[in-house]
C-alpha cells in the first residue's frame, strides 16, 4: 500500500497546530502585548503564505508553473523537511517553555533563553516552521509554494523586529551581545 505523503504531512501539520494551541495555556502572565494592528499585519502576511501552500485553488498563470517534478526523491525531500522542521520547531517551543507567546508579548519573569536551538538562531521556531514549509513547496514543486516560503520569511521577520525590540529593552545589552552572535533565522547567514 502507497503511502500519500501529502496527507501525511497535512496530518503532521495539523497535529502540530493542534498541539500548539493547547500549548498557549502553559505560558507566563503577559506584561506587555503588541498592537492589534501589528498582529494584524503579521498575522495577513502568514495567512497568506500558508493559504498559498496548502490550498489547491489558484494554481493558475506564472505561479503554477513547475520548477520541481513530482518524483519519490521529492516525496522524500518533502518528508524530511517538515519531519524536522516541525521537530526543531517544537524542540525550541519546548526550550523556551512559558516565555512563549503565539503573539509578541514580554511575559512575568522573562527570561533570555540562548542555549538548546536558541544558540543556533534566534529564531528557531520560525526555522522550524519556515523548513516544514519549505517541504510542502518541495512536494508542490510550484513556484507558488516557493513564493509562499519567501512571503513566509517576510511575515516572520515582521515579527521578530517587533520581538527584538521588546528583547532589546527588557535586557539591554546582554540581548544585543546575543544579537551579534547568533543570527536570526538561518544559521551563519541571516
Known sequence: MKVDVRQWIYITWAVFFVVWLIWGITAKRTLRRQSAGSRLRQSAV??????????????????SGQILQHSSATEYAALILNAIGLALAVWARLHLGGNWSANVTLKRDHALVETGPYSVVRHPIY????????????????????????????????????????????????YLEYKQRVKAIIPFVW
Open 127 to 174: 526555522s522550524g516552521l519556515t523548513l516544514a514549509a519549505l517541504g510542502l513547496a518541495v512536494l508542490n514543486g510550484d513556484l507558488r509554494s516557493f513564493a509562499a516560503v519567501g512571503l513566509m520569511l517576510l511575515g516572520w521577520r515582521m515579527k521578530f523586529q517587533l520581538e527584538e525590540k521588546f528583547m532589546t529593552e527588557a535586557f539591554g545589552n546582554g
Open 46 to 63: 502568514l495567512i497568506a503564505a500558508f493559504w498559498m501552500l496548502f490550498s489547491p485553488t489558484l494554481r493558475i498563470g506564472l505561479l
